[in-house]
């Protein structure tokens, strides 16, 4: 009988793979260069991949937000979006915030979360989460899909 079961599932998930298009999970990205998400996001909006966001996307993460189209992205109950402020080291290895980086990404945000980071004092070095019924009410929910096994 549990060999039935997994065949029978082995078989939906085929079927359904077959006439899907493709889908990107991510989850647990903490974020790093700038640069390195435009150019990541902009190959996925080229692709027209969904995206379902199923965890923590920080920092350069949520260029996702701006990158790919509204209907393109939902959200899990695990999702979790972190805003902060862009920053560089400085000469003597620290980091420092950067203005010109900052009001970069902050212009790259849809307006309804420009109007959410405002809310809370703007882009800072502090991180700032959206997450649960707000960032629901922000994107559409989505339930995992088997087929979004890989993880960018």
């Not at 990107?24 to 260069?33: A, K, P, Q």
């Not at 701006?66 to 000469?91: E, N, Q, R, Y």
Request: glycine residues 10%.
């Amino acid at each position: 009988m549990k060999f039935m079961t997994g065949l029978l599932t082995a078989v939906l998930l085929l079927a359904g793979v077959a006439t899907s298009h493709a889908v990107v999970r991510i989850g647990e990205d903490r974020g790093g260069r700038i640069g390195t998400y435009v150019d990541k996001y902009q190959d996925m909006r080229s692709s027209g991949e969904m995206v379902i966001i199923d965890g923590l996307c920080a920092s350069a993460c949520t260029i996702v937000l701006g990158a790919i189209p509204h209907d393109k992205i939902c959200v899990t109950s695990h999702a979790s979006l972190g805003f902060h402020a862009a920053w560089d080291f400085s000469d003597d290895g620290h980091a420092v915030t950067n203005p010109e980086a900052t009001q970069m990404l902050y212009s790259m945000y849809p307006s309804p979360v420009k109007r959410w980071i405002a809310q809370r004092g703007g882009l800072t070095q502090r991180m700032i989460f959206l997450r649960g019924k707000e960032l629901e009410s922000l994107y559409h929910p989505c339930f995992l899909d088997a087929r979004a096994s890989a993880t960018r």
